[in-house]
């Protein structure tokens, strides 16, 4: 999802600190203090940024304030919710580096090929020309292997306290339940689901066929569809009580690749490396 957007100042939430030669403005869903990222297509984002070595500063916003911040950079939605209306989501990055009009995209997965496309680096290259049709499809399929496994780590999301109840109620809406209490499930109920993820880790682990060189799908070479799958496992670090248990699957697989990710978790904010990510 892409448009043109008159280079002037939306204003949001909050803001961090960055120099004077940053473009690119990164929208995030905000968690509650401390701030930091915590959904898992906002993470693909902020891997491929700190990946590229791109100069950013994230523009947090409110979990209640993005459907308007996402109508008012004028992005269109790019998902449906299950009564088939419009799902306003982030990210969203706005990059002025042209000079002229500014570049908004609202897609993680076009946010990685513009990367590419206007930062260009041989040695950093997100989604290569001839992978890109893969890379998609892996995508996709690892939305498909987490997606419907979200009952996890819904009641765990890192709310703002001043609009808690409003995103919960939220929430509870989207998913037809009469209020929050239903994502709140029993610890046997949890460890339930669990076991149905399980098989699914197992699937994708037979993915990763050269453990013996690295902890990367291309053994010691990092790729994008790294960073789609370390995404959703710093989301359930972030969001689930049992996250030492899904890093441990499959022989330890899923800690190895989220640690050899760890240098790309540092917040743009804070480039000396003295906030970073768990």
């Not at 403005?25 to 297509?41: E, H, K, L, W």
């Not at 989501?89 to 496309?117: C, K, N, W």
């Not at 808690?164 to 209490?181: L, P, V, Y």
């Not at 248990?245 to 640690?259: F, P, S, T, V, Y």
């Amino acid at each position: 999802t892409r448009t043109r957007k008159d280079n002037k100042a939306i204003n949001t939430t909050m803001s961090s600190n960055t120099t004077n030669t940053t473009t690119i403005t990164f929208y995030d869903i905000a968690s509650g203090p401390p701030v930091r990222c915590f959904a898992p297509n906002p993470w693909k984002t902020r891997y491929a940024l700190n990946f590229k070595g791109v100069n950013y500063k994230t523009e947090w916003v409110d979990l209640s304030q993005v459907s308007k911040v996402r109508k008012t950079l004028g992005v269109a939605a790019n998902r449906k919710l299950p009564d088939g209306s419009d799902f306003y989501t982030l990210p969203i990055i706005r990059d002025v580096s042209s000079g002229g009009e500014a570049e908004v995209i609202g897609d993680s997965f076009e946010i990685a090929q513009y990367l590419d496309r206007i930062y260009p680096n041989s040695e950093r290259t997100l989604i290569p020309a001839k992978n890109e049709g893969l890379l998609k499809a892996f995508n996709i399929y690892v939305d498909g292997v987490f997606t419907p496994f979200a009952m996890l780590f819904v009641s765990g999301i890192p709310f703002n306290p001043e609009t808690a109840e409003q995103c919960k109620a939220e929430f509870a809406r989207r998913a037809n339940f009469a209020s929050f209490d239903q994502f709140i499930l029993t610890v046997e109920k949890r460890q339930e689901i669990i076991n149905q993820l399980t098989p699914k880790l197992d699937e994708l682990a037979k993915s990763y066929i050269k453990r013996d060189k690295g902890p990367f799908l291309e053994g010691d070479q990092i790729s994008y569809a790294d960073l789609i799958v370390g995404a959703w496992l710093q989301t359930f670090v972030d969001c689930l009580v049992e996250w030492p248990q899904i890093l441990e699957a499959n022989g330890g697989l899923w800690k190895d690749l989220h640690n050899a990710l760890a240098p790309y978790r540092v917040s743009d904010y804070n480039k000396n490396n003295q906030r970073i990510q768990k």
